[in-house]
């Protein structure tokens, strides 16, 4: 039996944006139920026995994050949604905001409730003027509507939402960077402890929740526990670290198929599964070479490995960071890995914030060290250069204060160690990539 999204159901409505059409399927009528019959902390309860994990990555339990704020502090307490989506290929909370944005803001409105926040900070991607524009819409209805302000349904809550525009910077997905980006400054991560549930936005107690998790509390909130729990995959007994990986999720295809799109389904289709049934195949009657599972700082597997289930315990058994954002991008059999990593890596050099020293001057070393590959004048030690340095970056290894180098070095030690004998073929020819042009680029030699 097919699924039938629920996330997606409405995007397709020609007034899938307006707070009529969404009044229309039923919406806001979970938020005013709980308005009526649930204490914040039930709502807490609700979302943490779901088994709801963030979205937005790094899959921490949604509900037990909402626990972590001290009890009984006066205020105020932020909620800051993290729609600063810049993990290449990816764009699941694009669609959300643009073409449902009041299923998100619901879920903004029944998460504010839970932490008795009164106030949420939405950070958009710069880049998303088209989501922007909705969202400001969306919420201007909102408050025409008496559905946030003051004293909402005569409840005696009050909540407010600000929409704040990004920084046009990849760091600024990073919560602390987001939080700083915020507050105005540059958005350098901050070290942690003190965590944004104990000192956030403005020294505050503060939640970070990305879009589409807090769409899915929406869901959580409107069908139940029973229902999230029957779609995705229960925890692997072997392993005791797996909280499981429960619900429906948004899962991106692009690259070198036949069809990218967003599509939803429960957790833990596979990458063939998803490039087959969904993608139209691989492109121009290719065979696909590689794969990223969830964004480029994911990493990278063979096409012998697209049986890999995508949910959050899948990925990690073939030496992938995580799930990651669920960006599955398609690399087919005719295109140069060379290229593909020196890419990858031209990326993180230009968006490491610079802050910490192995992650501002290895990344830069590995697009300096990829660019002389492409260009026909590498080495062979170079590979096991690239490799030393990637596995001393990031917060794993404990070198700097926040994950970027981590997701910039996992895309190079899984392509090299998976596709060695290409790599060393093409140092062996010492043939020019086709797009390594006269022209030198950022960073390159």
Known sequence: ?????????????????????????GGYSTFERALVDLKPEQVVAQVKDSGLRGRGGAGFPCGLKWTFLPKDHPGPIYLCVNADESEPCTYNNRILMEKDPHQVLEGVMLACYAIKSRKAFFYVRYEYGDAFRTLTAAVNELYAAGLLGENILGSGFNLDIVLHRGAGAYICGEETGLIESLEGKRAWPRIKPPFPAIEGAFRKPTIVNNVETLACVTQVMKRGIDWFKSLGVPPDPKNPRDAGSYGPKLYTIAGHVNEPKCVELPMGITITDLIEQHGGGVWKGRKAKAANPGGLSMGFVRADEFHMPLDFNGPGRFQCLGLGTAAVTVIDDQTSMVDVLHNTCQFFAHESCGQCTPCREGTGWMEKITDRLRRGQGRKEDLDILIDVADRIGIMPGTTICGLADGAGWPVKTAIRKFREEFEGAIKSGEKSKYAKTLRVVGAH
């Open 1 to 25: 039996m097919p699924y039938e999204p629920v996330l997606l159901a409405r995007i397709n409505k020609p007034d899938s944006p307006k707070l009529e059409g969404y009044r229309a399927d």
